[in-house]
């Protein structure tokens, strides 16, 4: 299962890639030990093709690592938030939010990123690429408050770290 895994995150389509979601959110932390850094890739890769699904696999590759406390899947959300396109953003940022905050203290390195990410939602609204209002202000405020979060954070999770291939 895990080398079928393996090449459908690599696939092109996001639809296609869409249909494997089922199965990441079902791995065991070994499991996703052994696919860490292609669930890092899968996160972090834009679908070329069928972007109306390609978040789903970005979005359960992130949740499994932070799931698990990868390391990694701080920055991985991060990015994930910042490139996620607008569409349907404003509910998918505050579940991207609570995985960060799950890192408690070990997130506070991204917080200049995270504050760059609201600067970026509202030039999105200000260049006319995203609804302002409601819609921005919830993208906006779920940060905030992931910030307010980190910023009085004192521990974290112990973490995992992906191994070298």
């Known amino acids: 299962l895990l080398p079928a895994l393996r090449t459908a995150m690599q696939l092109p389509t ?4 869409s249909q494997i979601s089922n199965f990441i959110s ?12 292609d669930l890092v890739e899968a996160a972090s890769t834009v679908s070329p093709a069928d972007t109306m699904f390609g978040n789903d696999i970005r979005m359960e590759g992130v949740k499994t690592l ?5 390391e990694e899947g701080i920055a991985a959300a991060v990015d994930l938030a910042k490139t996620q396109g607008g569409h349907g953003s ?21 917080i200049p990123a995270l504050r760059e990410l609201i600067a970026s939602f509202n030039a999105d609204v200000e260049n006319k690429e995203f609804p ?16 307010k979060a980190i910023e009085a954070a004192t521990t974290h999770p112990e973490l995992r770290r992906i191994k070298p291939k």
């Open 90 to 110: 404003q509910t998918r940022t505050g579940e991207i939010m609570k995985m960060i905050t799950g890192y408690g203290s070990a997130a506070k390195p991204q």
């Open 26 to 37: 079902k791995l065991t932390a070994e499991e996703a030990q052994t696919l860490a850094s």
């Open 14 to 17: 996001g639809y296609a890639r």
């Open 66 to 70: 932070t799931k698990y406390h990868f």
């Open 132 to 147: 302002g209002g409601e819609l921005n202000n919830m993208r906006v405020t779920s940060v905030e408050e992931a910030i």
